[in-house]
C-alpha cells in the first residue's frame, strides 16, 4: 500500500512504500499529517555544506552530475558542484505520477467482452 507524501509547503508529492515512510519518520526526516489516508509531510530536502564557498543549507530538486557532486534547484537558483557527504536523501520521485487501480474480478471482464 502506497503513503501519501507531502512537502514542506504542503503540496502532494508522490507516493512512497509504507518501508520507506517508516524510515523517514524513524530518522525525523517527516511528521505524521493524518491517518486516514495514512499521510506524511517531509520536514526538508536538504545539503548542509559547513564551510567554503557553497556554505549553508540548501533545500532543492537534486540533479546528479558526471562528475559524482550534485547540482541542487533551489527557488532562488542552482546551485552547482555539491558533494555527496553533504546531501541526504528524504525522497525520490522519477517524475512520473502512479495510481493503484484494482484488477477487475474475472466474471465482470467476460460480462464486458
Do not use: W
Not at 486516514?36 to 567554503?52: H, M, N, Q
Not at 546528479?64 to 542552482?78: A, K, L, Y
Amino acid at each position: 500500500m502506497a503513503v501519501f507524501v507531502l512537502d514542506k509547503q504542503k503540496r502532494p508529492l508522490m507516493p512512497c512504500t509504507e518501508k520507506r515512510a517508516r524510515l523517514l519518520l524513524e530518522r525525523g526526516r517527516a511528521v505524521v499529517v493524518r491517518l486516514a489516508p495514512f499521510t506524511i509531510r517531509l520536514k526538508g530536502v536538504r545539503a548542509e555544506v559547513p564551510k567554503g564557498k557553497k556554505a549553508g543549507v540548501h533545500v532543492g530538486r537534486v540533479a546528479v552530475r558526471r562528475t559524482g557532486s550534485f547540482n541542487i534547484q533551489t527557488q532562488g537558483g542552482t546551485v552547482r558542484g555539491i558533494s555527496y557527504r553533504h546531501c541526504r536523501l528524504l525522497q525520490r520521485a522519477d517524475g512520473y505520477g502512479y495510481s493503484f487501480q484494482p484488477k477487475p474480478n474475472t466474471e465482470e471482464a467476460r460480462r464486458a467482452a
